[in-house]
């Protein structure tokens, strides 16, 4: 494997751990500490702290697994050659059809859910506890379907450098 190559891999893994750290620490220590907030107006203000880093964080380093698996991708092909789609065609349609699901799930988060609380606070919108609960529910539930999602997806990538006995059968 190249110098290049092999700094593309480094990181790719480097963003998939940057995105799943900061997706777990939003679930396991900002979402429980808003909910010990007093009140409706401290608890916003905990999310947003958090949140307003967490958005372009999760996004830029979202993009970083993307673009540095397409450059890893262009490599693989061209060191497969005829036998790339035969060798790990199935398996990597898998793999991409999961990271895909990671990224609409991902953009779900950060724009359909915490942009949404850091926009409230930010136009200083009397704070909603109801809409707030539901915001933090739906977040929660939609950082844990990440996690998990994106589990399955690092087991098909170590599937792809390394088979196993669970291998998928290539096409
Ligand atoms: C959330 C999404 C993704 C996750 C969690 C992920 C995870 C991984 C992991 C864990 C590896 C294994 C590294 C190793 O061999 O030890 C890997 C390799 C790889 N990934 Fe991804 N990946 C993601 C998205 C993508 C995307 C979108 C592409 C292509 C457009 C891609 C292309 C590749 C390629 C080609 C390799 C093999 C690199 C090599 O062994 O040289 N990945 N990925």
Redesign the pocket.
Known sequence: ?SAT?FLG?WL??LA?VAYGGATLAVVVMVIPAANGAADAASRRSILVRALRIYDPLAIAVLGI??MT??S??T??KAAMRGAFFERVGWLLVC??SL?FM?IMVGTYITFGLAHRIVRAEGLGDPPDDAWLTSMTRRLSIACILSLVL?AL??WL??E???PSMYAIPPA
């Open positions: 494997m190559d891999l790719h893994i998939v697994v993307v698996g397409a890893n991708l490599t693989y793999k991409l990271a990671v994106l997806t690092v990538g170590l792809l450098g390394h």
